[in-house]
């Protein structure tokens, strides 16, 4: 059994690695495609017509996607684990690639949805096949799947220690002690391929290894700061969009689908418009507008955050296939950065605004997804500073703390039509 585990572990990695790959290298082949070239040069080029044109027939393809292979929007992994260990799904290797390919599409069309949920959707989706293949007990289906949704993660952040502590945090806590060596087998080994071949994600401004207590006041400042977006993310996705959600599913359920497809693909198709940085997965914002050195402007900034923040938001209920790890990651980083900028440039503060770009980063992400663990860690893999680790380890638990107080969070979000079909399932 050992030398199955181990090799069950080695081969989902190293497939998981390519697959991961093979998926970043799609998205960026198709919006180069689409959009005839660099999409943040040529959008302002293109017809009005044809910028609204894309998300919306691209999204109407997906919900057909969709409708026809229900798993493909499925990238909760806990709930994947929990299914397949009831026996209640089965992941089929045409629902690999047509996940694959609905993600792609929703990614490569602007909407803002990111790579990380469908990455650990595939390495699952992979490790339940090698499970099958090694005819392991069905006890360790769900070890399995952590293996893989790992490999996922650490693939397609190109940071193994991350798509670790995912895993860990979302389903695997309780096989730490007995499995948490494939877990860093595969994951290691899925990293090393996609390192040949993808980019991480690394804040290159930090400052190191040794505590700096100057910046004790603006952490403590950037609490109420990072909070506020928090709060006006919470309330546009659980108070309007749920609101609208309601209203249209009461009236028009069968076509609740359709016509959030529409309102997501003039959504993303105006905010692209607007500013062609507010779309896509964010991972852009995050790698090379946080690591260039040149000033940005403060309005320009609050637009995309907002923009993103809206956009996050439309793109799930639209139905696009796709994660909110990095979209979340893209708004805190932005949110830190106007932080930083205001003390820069008004309260004459000597800090980094760089620095509290990788702090909201990791904050954002960690509150709303409920992940505080793989927050740090993550402020770990791409900082390597303390300052930027310690700030977010004590951030993140007290504006979680905040955040509970008004809205109750949930790492899903859950539509009205996805509520009625749980509530059905619900034993009376």
Same mark, same amino acid.
């Not at 059994?1 to 989902?12: D, E, R, Y």
């Not at 006006?232 to 749920?242: A, T």
């Not at 509290?356 to 509150?367: E, N, P, T």
């Given at each position: 059994?050992?030398?199955?585990?181990? %090799?069950?572990?080695?081969?989902?990695?190293?497939?998981?690695?390519?697959?991961?790959?093979?998926?970043?290298?799609?998205?960026?082949?198709?919006?180069?495609?689409?959009?005839?070239?660099?999409?943040?040069?040529?959008?302002?080029?293109?017809?009005?017509?044809?910028?609204?044109?894309?998300?919306?027939?691209?999204?109407?393809?997906?919900?057909?996607?969709?409708?026809?292979?229900?798993?493909?929007?499925?990238?909760?992994?806990?709930?994947?684990?929990?299914?397949?260990? &009831?026996?209640?799904?089965?992941?089929?290797?045409?629902?690999?690639?047509?996940?694959?390919?609905?993600?792609?599409?929703?990614?490569?069309?602007?909407?803002?949805?990111? @790579?990380?949920?469908?990455?650990?959707?595939?390495?699952?989706?992979?490790?339940?096949?090698?499970?099958?293949?090694?005819?392991?007990?069905?006890?360790?289906? &769900?070890?399995?799947?952590?293996? #893989?949704?790992?490999?996922?993660?650490?693939?397609?952040?190109?940071?193994?220690?991350?798509?670790? %502590?995912?895993?860990?945090?979302?389903?695997?806590?309780?096989?730490?002690?007995?499995?948490?060596?494939?877990?860093?087998?595969?994951?290691?080994?899925?990293?090393?391929?996609?390192?040949?071949?993808?980019?991480?994600?690394?804040?290159?401004?930090?400052?190191?290894?040794? $505590?700096?207590?100057?910046?004790?006041?603006?952490?403590?400042?950037? *609490?109420?700061?990072?909070?506020?977006?928090?709060?006006?993310?919470?309330?546009?996705?659980?108070?309007?969009?749920?609101?609208?959600?309601?209203?249209?599913?009461?009236?028009?359920?069968?076509?609740?689908?359709?016509?959030?497809?529409?309102?997501?693909?003039?959504?993303?198709?105006?905010?692209?418009?607007?500013?062609?940085?507010? #779309?896509?997965?964010?991972?852009?914002?995050?790698?090379?507008?946080?690591?260039?050195?040149?000033?940005?402007?403060?309005? $320009?900034?609050?637009?995309?955050?907002?923009?993103?923040?809206?956009?996050?938001?439309?793109?799930?209920?639209?139905?696009?296939?796709?994660?909110?790890?990095?979209? $979340?990651?893209? *708004?805190?980083?932005?949110?830190?950065?106007?932080?930083?900028?205001?003390?820069?440039?008004?309260?004459?503060?000597?800090?980094?605004?760089?620095?509290?770009?990788?702090?909201?980063?990791?904050?954002?992400?960690?509150?709303?997804?409920?992940?505080?663990?793989?927050?740090?860690?993550?402020?770990?893999?791409? @900082?390597?500073?303390?300052?930027?680790?310690?700030? @977010?380890?004590?951030?993140?638990?007290?504006?979680?703390?905040?955040?509970?107080?008004?809205?109750?969070?949930?790492?899903?979000?859950? @539509? &009205?039509? +996805?509520?009625?079909?749980?509530?059905?399932? +619900?034993?009376?």
């Amino acid at each position: 059994m050992l030398v199955k585990l181990i %090799a069950a572990s080695l081969l989902t990695g190293l497939i998981s690695g390519f697959f991961i790959t093979f998926y970043e290298l799609l998205i960026t082949f198709l919006t180069y495609f689409i959009f005839m070239g660099d999409p943040f040069q040529t959008i302002p080029k293109l017809p009005v017509w044809y910028v609204y044109l894309i998300p919306t027939v691209s999204i109407f393809f997906v919900n057909y996607i969709i409708s026809k292979e229900r798993p493909v929007r499925e990238y909760a992994i806990n709930e994947i684990a929990d299914s397949i260990a &009831k026996n209640e799904m089965i992941l089929s290797i045409r629902t690999l690639f047509l996940k694959i390919l609905a993600s792609a599409l929703s990614l490569s069309s602007g909407f803002a949805v990111g @790579t990380e949920g469908p990455s650990a959707g595939i390495g699952a989706m992979i490790a339940y096949h090698i499970h099958r293949l090694f005819r392991l007990p069905d006890m360790l289906i &769900k070890m399995m799947i952590s293996v #893989g949704a790992s490999s996922g993660i650490a693939a397609i952040f190109v940071s193994p220690i991350t798509g670790m %502590a995912f895993a860990v945090e979302t389903i695997a806590y309780q096989f730490l002690k007995q499995y948490i060596g494939y877990l860093i087998l595969a994951s290691v080994l899925a990293f090393s391929v996609a390192m040949h071949y993808l980019e991480p994600v690394i804040f290159r401004h930090s400052s190191g290894r040794m $505590l700096d207590t100057h910046y004790i006041v603006p952490v403590l400042l950037f *609490i109420p700061f990072i909070s506020f977006f928090i709060y006006f993310y919470l309330f546009f996705k659980k108070r309007i969009l749920r609101f609208i959600d309601l209203e249209i599913f009461r009236n028009f359920s069968r076509w609740r689908n359709h016509i959030f497809a529409l309102i997501g693909g003039g959504a993303i198709g105006t905010i692209l418009l607007f500013n062609p940085h507010a #779309g896509f997965s964010g991972k852009f914002v995050v790698v090379h507008l946080i690591n260039s050195q040149t000033q940005i402007s403060i309005m $320009l900034i609050l637009a995309v955050i907002i923009l993103r923040i809206v956009a996050t938001t439309v793109s799930i209920y639209a139905n696009a296939v796709g994660g909110i790890f990095l979209p $979340l990651m893209s *708004i805190g980083a932005m949110t830190g950065y106007l932080f930083g900028e205001l003390l820069v440039r008004y309260y004459d503060f000597q800090i980094e605004p760089f620095y509290f770009a990788a702090i909201g980063a990791a904050v954002f992400m960690g509150v709303i997804m409920k992940l505080p663990l793989t927050a740090v860690v993550l402020a770990l893999e791409t @900082t390597f500073d303390y300052n930027v680790v310690v700030s @977010t380890g004590i951030i993140v638990v007290l504006v979680s703390y905040l955040s509970g107080l008004s809205f109750k969070i949930n790492r899903k979000t859950i @539509t &009205k039509a +996805e509520s009625i079909k749980s509530e059905k399932n +619900e034993p009376s």
